[in-house]
């Protein structure tokens, strides 16, 4: 290369170098707001359109998340569907995500609707906060792969800055440096809500306390141009104070910010606020998070003429900063962290729980209301020994003690006791026939192996039944005579679920079979007894299911109350184990020794949490298997009878449980309605 060519090289270059440093540098400024900062991600599309380059971008709460994300090479689309696709229930709270769970462990959380982890005592309950923020702190990790050690923020892609707040001192903490999703997770730790981050003597908690709306910091960093979007709401009026404790506290911490607040907007020279009102911090569903994006947009738009002024003044490649390719992710990747990151990742999101308790409500219009509460255990260095204690209180009742120890390789040596005590009516087509309340005793030992979507079982079970009163005919003078029934039975169990959602499932089959060989200890021959049940989701798109099922039961004896076939109502197993669930029998029905029903659901969802359903399914049962169809088919119910049953549903999916309303019909009982609400127990 001649001289000349390297001077004009040199010259070039640095012309370049000197536009670039002498061109106004924009920063981008996105409060804090909860689920309500999702309208951040509207409003930077909105900025990019109008050709405005982002040379700096400073963030609290929830706008250092997206701020944060955007720094590294997030673009707005994939910003749009990171937060479209999370699971927000499970996100915003420390449970694991389902797909992470073996099956048993899954069976047991779907009862609760609250569930609080803590350590070895029990002030870990209220320690900190309510969240530890074990999931989104885990997710923040996996987004910002490739920014784990400790970095200067303004070296990263685009220069960023988020705002957290000493708890011990009330100093304002201005993250400039430092491992990215810690300093992240440390903007948003609300306090009371999620647990503070505790780092160098500091106890972090979220910067909306202090400076929701950092401004003034994007100034330091030397921005010439400052874009800020607000999604904070109004201040309150008497009328909208008054009786609302929610509201007050909020309206005092906004009070003390105030001053500040608005000292901040007047250093804008952009400010873009969002219309948010119907939003709450915690709106975080699909439909909500959609029009919020949109309406940050909007209010974008109504500034587009300033904005485009601005980005006119820039031309295509007079860019500071460079967009670069996010970093790789799996969204649920397991593997194992390298060790020199396994220090920032414990302060990001702790050690598991080891214990917890749990709690689930639930109402219907047979039962009424019911509680169950659930303490789990893990004991030993190991954590290979673990205590399951439960109390269910309703009309059913019972209280349940296990243990389990982990023998390795998934399996467990299992061992339990319940006491139950029930009460209720039994059904002959649809009118109520007999009345029985019992004790009962059950003890069980044996071996499970649970995979991810697997349980098999192996044991033993000893069954007491006391009777107080036992098909008790109501125009009889007297009950029936039985007054005990007692077995111990030896058998396996095998179970396979890979059924999305255990409620609204949308794909996916669950299978299971049993079998046992029971043993009366009154002196009768002994028995055996076969289940079997199969049911599977099927979606032709995003909102339209197809659920069928088939399932049955066969015993070879009549000698028995407690082991007899039984059909109805809508939940398997709620008051006998063998119960089977049928849309058309509202209440409790005994049916012959061999037992088959078969039927398909169609479920439309409406909206987000909306779902409408049609069921349509057919019982046969029989006493002589050998003739199974031709009795169940025939007109003499002393040898077998068939049913032709169905329902229309309404329900809703809320985060106590399902609530819904189905009105059921069949050829054998009267047309009937069921209300319930909360999670099945």
């Known amino acids: 290369m001649t001289k000349i060519a390297r001077l004009l090289l040199f010259l070039c270059t640095l012309s370049v170098f000197h536009i670039s440093m002498a061109r106004p540098r924009v920063a981008v400024v996105l409060s804090g707001g909860g689920a309500k900062g999702t309208a951040h991600i509207g409003a930077l599309k909105v900025i990019e359109e109008a050709g405005v380059p982002i040379d700096m971008i400073v963030g609290t709460s929830m706008g250092s998340i997206i701020g944060g994300l955007y720094a590294i090479g997030y673009t707005t689309e994939q910003l749009d569907s990171i937060f479209m696709a999370q699971d927000w229930n499970t996100l915003l709270s420390d449970k694991a995500y389902r797909n992470a769970l073996n099956l048993q462990t899954r069976e047991q959380n779907s009862q609760y609707i609250l569930s609080v982890p803590f350590f070895e005592k029990p002030q870990d309950l209220i320690s900190g906060g309510v969240i530890k923020g074990r999931n989104i702190g885990r997710m923040l990790w996996q987004l910002t792969e490739g920014y784990h050690d400790s970095i200067d923020f303004q070296k990263m892609p685009i220069p960023f800055a988020c705002i957290s707040q000493d708890l011990v001192t009330g100093e304002e903490i201005v993250f400039r440096n430092g491992v990215l999703p810690i300093a992240i997770r440390a903007s948003m730790s609300i306090p009371g809500a999620f647990a503070p981050i505790s780092m160098n003597g500091k106890l972090l908690i979220d910067g909306g306390i202090i400076n929701n709306y950092p401004v003034d910091v994007a100034r330091q960093m030397g921005a010439d141009i400052v874009i800020g979007v607000d999604v904070q709401d109004p201040m309150k009026n008497a009328e909208e104070l008054q009786n609302n404790i929610f509201a007050q506290l909020n309206q005092l911490i906004d009070l003390q910010r105030k001053d500040r607040w608005e000292q901040?907007?007047?250093?804008?020279?952009?400010?873009?606020?969002?219309?948010?009102?119907?939003?709450?911090?915690?709106?975080?569903?699909?439909?909500?998070?959609?029009?919020?994006?949109?309406?940050?947009?909007?209010?974008?738009?109504?500034?587009?003429?300033?904005?485009?002024?601005?980005?006119?003044?820039?031309?295509?490649?007079?860019?500071?900063?460079?967009?670069?390719?996010?970093?790789?992710?799996?969204?649920?990747?397991?593997?194992?962290?390298?060790?020199?990151?396994?220090?920032?990742?414990?302060?990001?999101?702790?050690?598991?729980?080891?214990n917890s308790i749990n709690l689930g409500l639930r109402f219907d219009n047979e039962e009424l209301a019911a509680l169950l509460f659930n303490g789990q255990m893990q004991l030993g260095k190991k954590r290979n020994h673990h205590i399951n204690l439960t109390l269910r209180l309703g009309k059913q009742t019972y209280g349940d003690a296990h243990y389990n120890l982990?023998?390795?390789?998934?399996?467990?040596?299992?061992?339990?006791?319940?006491?139950?005590?029930?009460?209720?009516?039994?059904?002959?087509?649809?009118?109520?026939?007999?009345?029985?309340?019992?004790?009962?005793?059950?003890?069980?030992?044996?071996?499970?192996?649970?995979?991810?979507?697997?349980?098999?079982?192996?044991?033993?079970?000893?069954?007491?039944?006391?009777?107080?009163?036992?098909?008790?005919?109501?125009?009889?003078?007297?009950?029936?005579?039985?007054?005990?029934?007692?077995?111990?039975?030896?058998?396996?169990?095998?179970?396979?679920?890979?059924?999305?959602?255990?409620?609204?499932?949308?794909?996916?089959?669950?299978?299971?079979?049993?079998?046992?060989?029971?043993?009366?200890?009154?002196?009768?021959?002994?028995?055996?007894?076969?289940?079997?049940?199969?049911?599977?989701?099927?979606?032709?798109?995003?909102?339209?299911?197809?659920?069928?099922?088939?399932?049955?039961?066969?015993?070879t004896t009549e000698n028995t109350v407690a082991e007899m076939n039984t059909l109805g109502g809508q939940e398997r197993g709620k008051y006998f184990s063998q119960q089977i669930p049928f849309y058309g029998i509202n209440h409790f029905e005994m049916s012959h020794r061999s037992l088959v029903v078969a039927g398909i659901e169609a479920r439309q969802r409406i909206g987000g949490k909306h779902y409408v359903s049609g069921v349509f399914n057919i019982a046969a049962t029989s006493d002589d298997w050998m003739h199974f169809f031709k009795n169940s088919f025939n007109d003499n119910d002393l040898l077998g009878?068939?049913?032709?049953?169905?329902?229309?549903?309404?329900?809703?999916?809320?985060?106590?449980?399902?609530?819904?309303?189905?009105?059921?019909?069949?050829?054998?009982?009267?047309?009937?309605?069921?209300?319930r609400a909360g999670f099945n127990f």
């Open 264 to 354: 901040n907007i007047a250093l804008s020279d952009v400010y873009i606020k969002v219309d948010v009102k119907g939003y709450n911090t915690a709106s975080f569903n699909t439909t909500a998070i959609d029009s919020l994006m949109e309406r940050g947009a909007q209010a974008a738009r109504s500034q587009i003429d300033t904005l485009r002024a601005i980005g006119s003044r820039f031309s295509p490649d007079d860019s500071i900063v460079s967009r670069p390719t996010p970093p790789f992710f799996y969204m649920h990747r397991p593997g194992n962290i390298e060790a020199r990151y396994a220090g920032s990742l414990k302060i990001l999101i702790g050690d598991a729980p080891r």
């Open 406 to 555: 982990n023998l390795g390789r998934e399996w467990n040596l299992t061992t339990g006791y319940r006491y139950t005590y029930n009460d209720f009516n039994i059904y002959e087509k649809g009118e109520r026939t007999y009345g029985i309340s019992f004790n009962h005793h059950f003890g069980e030992v044996g071996f499970t192996k649970s995979w991810k979507n697997v349980r098999l079982k192996l044991g033993g079970i000893y069954q007491l039944y006391n009777y107080g009163s036992l098909l008790y005919r109501f125009e009889d003078s007297s009950p029936t005579d039985i007054t005990k029934e007692s077995y111990l039975k030896f058998g396996t169990q095998y179970a396979v679920n890979t059924l999305d959602d255990i409620y609204f499932p949308t794909k996916g089959a669950e299978f299971d079979m049993e079998y046992y060989y029971a043993i009366p200890l009154n002196g009768n021959k002994a028995f055996h007894t076969a289940g079997i049940h199969w049911n599977a989701a099927f979606s032709f798109n995003s909102r339209f299911t197809l659920m069928p099922r088939i399932e049955g039961r066969y015993l």
């Open 641 to 675: 009878y068939h049913i032709f049953g169905g329902a229309v549903k309404y329900d809703l999916r809320t985060f106590i449980g399902p609530i819904g309303i189905t009105i059921c019909f069949s050829d054998r009982a009267k047309t009937a309605g069921y209300i």
